[in-house]
């Protein structure tokens, strides 16, 4: 692509979180300067790091890590020595004690006492004998493969914090496509690869920015403006002029005023419903519709500050304790020392998870920041006493819902956007899709190659589930591989076939058997053959005779068909059983993970 | 590289095994021939007046055999001559059948 090329071409991206942060900077190595509008006071989006009196608190807590090299790529271009390598510590509180996470079946054992461990062997024993014949629900799903038991202590509790409805009511699909990839394919693929050494190393440590995230996006913005693109925050868009082919214009309101700023080609991460409804002319009735029945999840961070050197290690906690409403504490010194201003003290950040506009979400924030006072002293982990001072970020539409209908109403609202020529919708909240920041930002950069390289990435298919896969791609570099893999699985793994395994070892028994009666024949002798004349024991009739070796090859025949039938059936059930096995132990592998899905 | 991989679980779930005849063969022919020279070295060293009265039988098949340490080792060629025929034979027999099977269904389908 030309200079002049890259001139005729001006681009708007609505949105300064990761994903039009990541399309912004692309352009900007490119010489397009595009235009970033972003309602907020800051960039980030949902992945931003806020400041209080100095202390930095980062929304929701993002590790670094990821398997896409593209963006990792960017990650160590834009912070490079700013990254610091972080141990991870995660547990989850629950009845007054401590659980490691990723569970630790041993370790939850001990911590619960042996009378609950009791418990929950045996609810596990009952749900493995008699599971729910239909697994119609979340709370179904997690009881088959973990009893009701642990289900209700390790699952349940945090699970319906996090989306604000009973597990009797959550989609058993939603949870079993958080780990849809983990299908028989990814069990096959795990025996030959053996992914458990990466995820390891993944559970334990992650890279993080000495300040926050924030830090990556503030360094990506100057970056962008050095490079002539303009990054205009505090500017919402509240219209979106189109005509038949494809978006015109946006109006932006900033101040009480509003702007038209025109474009030649649209981004945009702004959340796919918003984007419906904010069209003019409006998008056809059925498409509206459509968008109003996707759903989101909000939450809010109560950060305090707390006048102590010393919480606890973790990094953050995950509290299954029914009693309180905080869903996730995360402790801000442990992920970076820079965080904190002043050694002497700590900072928290309290997520409740509620949905715009609930009781929760209404709250003032004195109120809240006291609601967080009372329920770090109900833990135990902080005194309320030494909470001395704190602020509240609420983070609307944080995470998309995965209802039973959402797939029907987000495919209405895909076919639409994709008739508009000269725009790409992108991000989480634009692609309505669960992605992690890296994911986010892939399909910032995704949208760039479609619209400077004419190349066609399907945007809605970058995924945020694959993580079980890519630690095992990251093992071996798949690719070069599969090819490989597939043959061997192509030979190892299918049925044998009973019949034709019986009718080959019953054509070679029956003749193996009537050679070597033929072969006594013809040697002859005063006795012939009387050994193999015992066969006869088993074999009515059978003599080492001509007419004997006829009847051998039948008999013979009959035999190894039996056996090769047997043998071929048993091989089957085992090699059944076997990845059925692996399958659920790696289901537990993934499960005990579970709680970052949701 | 996901297509790739449902490609895979497609190709597992829906094929059936074919087994390679030289394969099957050479283990077959292994096994039977570490048997035999195991076997017979077993009663060799056992030792005894008649040493392996009924393995000796097999020397009327495999001529030369004996059982003796000599015989051991014409045991282990002639029980890998003799395993790698019947492993041979097993899995030709068998992929020839799919082979049979499988043109018969797909005229099936045809018709």
């Known amino acids: 692509m030309n200079q002049q090329q890259c001139d005729e071409k001006h681009v708007v991206i609505i949105g300064a979180g990761p994903a039009g942060l990541t399309a912004a900077y692309e352009l900007a190595k490119l010489e397009v300067h595009p235009t970033v509008l972003e309602k907020g006071d800051r960039v980030g989006g949902l992945a931003r790091t806020e400041d209080y009196k100095g202390f930095y608190f980062d929304m929701g807590g993002h590790r670094f890590f990821t398997k896409v090299w593209e963006v990792k790529k960017v990650w160590h271009e834009v912070l490079g020595k700013d990254f610091l390598r972080r141990p991870r510590l995660s547990r989850i509180y629950y009845d007054g004690k401590f659980f490691d996470y990723p569970l630790k079946p041993i370790n939850a054992l001990f911590g619960l006492g042996v009378w609950e461990s009791i418990r929950i062997v045996l609810s596990y024993l009952r749900w493995q004998i008699s599971p729910y014949r239909r697994e119609e629900s979340f709370e179904q799903w997690v009881t088959n493969r973990f009893g009701k038991r642990l289900f209700e202590i390790f699952f349940k509790s945090y699970t319906e914090k996090v989306w604000g409805i009973s597990c009797s009511e959550l989609k058993a699909e939603w949870a079993a496509q958080r780990i849809k990839d983990l299908s028989l394919k990814t069990v096959l693929l795990s025996m030959f690869l053996k992914p458990k050494e990466t995820i390891k190393t993944l559970i334990e440590e992650f890279d993080y920015p000495r300040r926050g995230p924030g830090m990556m996006w503030n360094s990506i913005k100057e970056t962008i403006e050095k490079n002539g693109g303009e990054v205009r925050l505090n500017s919402g868009v509240v219209g979106i002029q189109r005509n038949g082919k494809g978006i015109e214009s946006v109006v932006v309101g900033y101040n009480g005023n509003k702007e038209t700023i025109r474009g030649t080609h649209f981004i945009s991460s702004m959340p796919v419903t918003e984007f419906v409804a904010k069209l003019d002319p409006p998008a056809p009735p059925a498409v509206c519709a459509a968008a109003q029945r996707l759903k989101y999840r909000d939450f809010l961070t109560v950060c305090v500050i707390v006048n102590k050197p010393d919480l606890f290690p973790d990094n953050w906690i995950y509290i299954h304790d029914p009693a309180v409403k905080v869903g996730r504490i995360q402790n801000f010194k442990n992920w970076s020392l820079e965080m904190i201003p002043d050694p002497a003290k700590s900072s928290l950040g309290l997520e409740y998870f509620c949905t715009e506009g609930d009781e929760l979400w209404n709250m003032s924030d004195d109120e809240l920041i006291n609601l967080s006072r009372y329920e770090l002293e109900h833990i135990g982990l902080v005194s309320g006493a030494d909470v001395e001072d704190g602020c509240v970020f609420r983070i609307p539409k944080a995470y998309p819902i995965y209802d039973a209908d959402y797939h029907d109403y987000l495919a209405i609202v895909k076919d639409f956007v994709g008739s508009l020529q000269n725009y790409q919708t992108i991000g989480r909240n634009g692609l309505h899709r669960y992605n992690n920041q890296d994911h986010a930002m892939l399909t910032g950069m995704l949208a760039v190659r479609n619209l400077m390289l004419g190349e066609k990435n399907d945007l809605w298919n970058v995924n945020a589930d694959q993580e079980y896969h890519e630690e095992i791609r990251e093992k071996i570099d798949l690719a070069p591989a599969l090819e490989t893999v597939k043959e061997a699985l192509a030979e190892t793994f299918p049925k044998l076939d009973r019949v034709a395994l019986a009718v080959s070892t019953g054509a070679i028994s029956g003749m193996v058997l009537f050679l070597a009666t033929i072969i006594l024949v013809l040697k002859g002798g005063a006795v012939v053959g009387p050994n193999l004349s015992l066969v006869s024991q088993y074999f009515p009739g059978f003599s080492v005779t001509i007419l004997g070796s006829l009847l051998g090859l039948g008999y013979g025949f009959f035999a190894g068909f039996a056996c090769g039938w047997g043998f071929a059936f048993c091989r089957n059930v085992t090699v059944f059983l076997y990845t059925a096995l692996m399958q659920q132990r790696a289901e537990r592998q993934l499960l005990r993970k579970l709680l970052e899905y949701i | ?111």
């Open chain 2, 1 to 111: 590289m996901p297509d790739d991989i449902k490609a895979i679980e497609k190709l597992v779930l829906t094929r059936l095994l074919r087994l390679n005849a030289k394969v099957q063969g050479v283990v077959t022919g292994l096994i039977c021939g570490l048997a035999l020279f195991i076997a017979t070295n077993w009663l060799v060293l056992k030792g005894g007046d008649i040493v392996g009265p009924h393995l000796g039988l097999l020397g009327q098949f495999f001529i030369g055999y004996r059982v003796t340490f000599a015989g051991s080792f014409a045991g282990l060629g002639y029980g890998f001559l003799f395993g790698f025929v019947i492993g041979y034979s097993v899995a030709f027999i068998y992929n020839r059948f799919l082979d049979f099977r499988e043109q018969g269904h797909s005229k099936e389908l045809k018709g």
